[in-house]
């Protein structure tokens, strides 16, 4: 249409290569831990030379900065497609939500270790970059709230409690089960702590 603005094939291009520069920095990092990132081989993958990516990323932080915010967003994307299914019982929706929390971080060491844990010396995301994540825990202060869990002190240990489990899972058992088994105990434990009702498929007939 007339007078609409549309993206030029300049920009279009310059989209594409960031987005492959994005993989392949990944792929990287995948093979070889998320701190052992360098421009060199990110470069060679795309097959730039390596002070080419100064035109689409102007330092290794750069890069790291938007695989920050490209993680959170998938994150945050899942949540939001959550929101329909979310159970009205509060021990149902504790399971859902520490489920897809450790799902999500288990299924990709480097992108845990960049979205939840310091390992990269020197690096802060851009405001940008970390809005996707404050909106995710936003998120879970509302989806709380929503069953009864308002005081700030009880989102900060579910949300170290869970994030326990995921780090436990990497460090003794990546790939396997040992902690996700636990997934349901520490729900309950966490709820008998703060004396949420029971799931009603738990209660006898006569108190449903």
């Known amino acids: 249409m007339l007078g609409e603005a549309t993206p030029s094939w300049r920009t279009k291009r310059r989209e594409g290569a960031r987005t ?16 052992a990132l360098t421009l060199r081989e990110v470069a060679a993958r795309v097959g730039m030379r390596a002070p080419s990516l100064y035109s689409h990323f102007d330092s290794k932080h750069a890069i790291y900065d938007a695989m920050f915010g490209q993680a959170w967003t998938e994150f945050e994307q899942l949540v939001d497609a959550d929101e329909p299914s979310v159970p009205s019982e509060p021990r149902a929706a504790l399971r859902m939500f520490a489920r897809r929390f450790f799902d999500f971080a288990v299924a990709d060491l480097a992108r845990h270790q960049l979205m939840n844990l310091r390992t990269i010396p020197d690096f802060a995301p851009s405001p940008e970059s970390y809005a996707p994540a404050v909106r995710v825990l936003e998120r879970l202060h509302v989806r709380l709230a929503a069953i009864g869990i308002t005081d700030g002190a009880d989102v900060d240990l579910f949300v170290a409690l869970f994030g326990g489990l995921v780090d436990q899972q990497w460090a003794n058992d990546p790939g396997g089960t040992r902690w996700a088994r636990l997934i349901d105990r520490a729900v309950e434990m966490y709820a008998n702590e703060l004396h949420l009702p029971r799931d009603s498929q738990n209660l006898p007939e006569e108190d449903r």
């Open 20 to 35: 492959e520069i994005l993989s392949a920095a990944w792929e990287v990092a995948r093979e070889h831990g998320i701190a």
